[in-house]
C-alpha cells in the first residue's frame, strides 16, 4: 500500500516559552471553566466560541504504557489550563503548518490530547470529530488550517485529536498492533462521555478525515470497537490503492522496512477494511467520500507511468491513455491520472457504491478547484488542498468572490452533512446520493460546484478490476490481461 509523508520546517523553541506564548494570546478571551473526566479545565471564550486545547483523552503512552493499548485518563487535582495545544506525537519529518511558539512544535510520547471548539450557547449540537492526515507517520492536531472556530460559528462542536504515529503508533508488540487507530477509538469515547459538557450532542457525531485521516475513518467504520461511537462520516482524499492490509503475524514473524501502518491484528480489526466493506459489515451509516482533481501532485516532479502500478501491463496504460484522450497525451500527465485514480478515485467510487447498495446514502464528490493567486502555476486541485476551504481558515494571501463562493459551498457541505446527514447546501445544491445506476453523479467543487456525471468511468472500472485482484469485490468479469 502506497503511504505518503508531508514533510516541512519546524522552528525549535522551549516548551516554556512556548506556553507563555500561547497562553499570552488567550489573556484578551474570557476564561471558562469546564468539568469533564479527569477534572476542571480553564479554556476560553473568544467571539463567541468556547475554546479548550490540550485536553488529555488517555493517560500518558510512555514508560509501561508505551507499547500498551491507551488506558484512562490519570485525573489531576486542582484546575487545568486548557488553553494551548499539547505536544505533537513523536515523528521523523519536521512539522509544517503549526506556530512556532506553541508547546505543538514539540514531539514528546506524551500527546494523546485533544480540542475542542463550541458555540458558547450550544445545546446538543451536532458534534464533528477531525483525524488529521500524513500518512499515519506525521502531522498534528494544532496545524493552523485546522482551527475549529469557524464550525463553531455555525452551529457544531468541533474536536481535533492527536493519535500516535508511526512505528510508536503501529508496530505490533505483544499480539497488539494499531495503537494509533487504538488512540482514535480512545477519543472517540471520551466525546461520548464529555461532550454534552460542552453542549455537543454524543448521539450525533461524525468522524472526518483527510489522507491518512480519511484511511482511518474507513477502517474506523469496520472496526467493531468503533461501533455506535459516531453516526456519520467524510473521507477526504483517503484512497489506499487497493493494496491488502498485511496480518499481525506476517509483520511479526518478518523484518520490517519501511513504514509503520495498519494491520490486521484481529482485535481492532478481523480483517482488511475493503473486505470488510465488499462483504457489508461496514457500519451502515451516511458517508461523504472524494478526491481531488490533482491528487497525482504527491508524485512530485516529472514522473513516470511505467512501474506505478505493476500490475498494470503495456496493453492496459494504452487502454487508459486512450480512454484519458487529450488530458493523457503526454506520460507526465498519463502517470499523474493513472496514480490519481488507482489510489484514490476508484476505491471512493467502490466505496461510495457499496455504502448506497447496503442502504445507507453516500456521497460522490470531487475537488477541482485551485486559489485565484495559483491557478497560472497549477493545473488542478493538489491533494489537501480542500482542508482549508472545509475549514474556512484560508491562506493568509488575497482571496478573490470565487475563492470564498467555494469556501463557503464546502464548508456549508459539510456542516449541513454534521446535522442531518445530507449535504444540503445553498452553494452547493441538488447533491445526490450517489448510485452506481448509469454511473452515478458526483458533486463538483470547482469555481461553479454543481452534480454532475461521473468521468472516465472505464478507465476507474479498468483501474479496479487490475489493483482489487486480492479484495472480494463481487464487481463483475473484467477485462482479460494481457502480457506486462
Known amino acids: 500500500m502506497f503511504r505518503y509523508v508531508w514533510a516541512g520546517l519546524m522552528t525549535a523553541v522551549t516548551f516554556v516559552a512556548a506556553h507563555v506564548h500561547e497562553a499570552h494570546a488567550a489573556e484578551t478571551a474570557e476564561a471558562i471553566r469546564a468539568r469533564v473526566q479527569g477534572g476542571v479545565l480553564v ?18 503512552p510512555v514508560g509501561p504504557l508505551r507499547s500498551a493499548l491507551p488506558q484512562p485518563v490519570v485525573p489531576w487535582s486542582g484546575e487545568r489550563a486548557a488553553a494551548a495545544f499539547g505536544a505533537s506525537c513523536m515523528q ?12 505543538a512544535a514539540q514531539v514528546s510520547e506524551d500527546c494523546l490530547t485533544l480540542n475542542v471548539w463550541a458555540p458558547q450557547a450550544a445545546v446538543k449540537a451536532p458534534v464533528m470529530v477531525w483525524i488529521h492526515g500524513g500518512g499515519n507517520q506525521t ?38 498492533a494499531n495503537f494509533g487507530l487504538w488512540d482514535q477509538v480512545a477519543a472517540l469515547k471520551w466525546v461520548k462521555k464529555n461532550i454534552a459538557v460542552f453542549g ?6 461524525t468522524v472526518f478525515g483527510e489522507s491518512a485521516g480519511g484511511q482511518d475513518t474507513l477502517a474506523l467504520m469496520t472496526a467493531a470497537p468503533a461501533r455506535g461511537l459516531f453516526q456519520k462520516a467524510i473521507v477526504e482524499s483517503g484512497g489506499g490503492g487497493w493494496g491488502p492490509d498485511p496480518k499481525i503475524a506476517q509483520q511479526e514473524s518478518a523484518d520490517h522496512v519501511g513504514e509503520w501502518g495498519v494491520i490486521v491484528d484481529g482485535h481492532l480489526l478481523k480483517e482488511s477494511p475493503l473486505s470488510a466493506f465488499a462483504g457489508g459489515r461496514a457500519a451502515h451509516i451516511p458517508l461523504i467520500i472524494g478526491t481531488n482533481s490533482e491528487e497525482g501532485s504527491l508524485l512530485g516532479l516529472e514522473p513516470h507511468s511505467d512501474g506505478i502500478f505493476p500490475k498494470l501491463s503495456a496493453d492496459d496504460m494504452g487502454v487508459l491513455k486512450a480512454v ?49 493567486v495559483l ?71 470547482d469555481a461553479h460546484p454543481s452534480a454532475r456525471p461521473l468521468e472516465d468511468v472505464a478507465a476507474l472500472d479498468l483501474l479496479q478490476c487490475r489493483l482489487a485482484e486480492e479484495i472480494p469485490l463481487a464487481s463483475g468479469a473484467c477485462p482479460p490481461a494481457h502480457s506486462k
Not at 519536521?94 to 512556532?100: D, E, G, K, Q, Y
Not at 497525451?329 to 466505496?351: I, K, M, N, P, T
Request: glycine content about 12%; some cysteine; proline content about 7%.
Open 324 to 372: 484519458y484522450g487529450r488530458e493523457g497525451e503526454d506520460d507526465e500527465r498519463l502517470a499523474r491520472l493513472v496514480f490519481r485514480d488507482g489510489y484514490f478515485a476508484s476505491e471512493a467510487r467502490w466505496v461510495a457504491a457499496k455504502v448506497s447498495a447496503e442502504g445507507s446514502p453516500a456521497y460522490l464528490y470531487r475537488f477541482d478547484y485551485v486559489l485565484t
Open 375 to 445: 491557478q497560472k502555476r497549477r493545473a488542478g486541485a493538489f491533494h489537501g488542498s480542500e482542508v482549508p476551504f472545509v475549514f474556512g481558515r484560508m491562506p493568509e494571501i488575497p482571496v478573490s468572490e470565487a475563492d470564498t463562493r467555494v469556501e463557503q459551498a464546502l464548508h456549508e457541505c459539510w456542516v449541513a452533512f454534521a446535522r442531518t446527514g445530507k449535504p444540503v447546501c445553498d452553494k452547493a445544491r441538488d447533491w445526490p446520493a450517489f448510485s452506481p445506476a448509469g454511473n452515478g453523479k458526483l458533486m463538483v467543487f
Open 43 to 60: 479554556g476560553a471564550v473568544d467571539g463567541g466560541v468556547k475554546i479548550f486545547k490540550g485536553i488529555p483523552y488517555a493517560a500518558p
Open 139 to 176: 502531522g498534528s492536531s494544532a496545524v493552523k488550517y485546522y482551527d475549529g472556530a469557524a464550525f463553531a460559528r455555525d452551529g457544531v462542536v468541533l474536536v481535533s485529536l492527536n493519535y500516535r504515529l508511526g512505528k510508536l503508533g503501529f508496530e505490533p508488540h505483544d499480539g497488539a
Open 200 to 205: 455537543g450532542d454524543p448521539g450525533n457525531v
Open 92 to 103: 521523523r519529518a519536521p512539522l509544517r503548518n503549526v506556530v512556532p511558539e506553541s508547546p
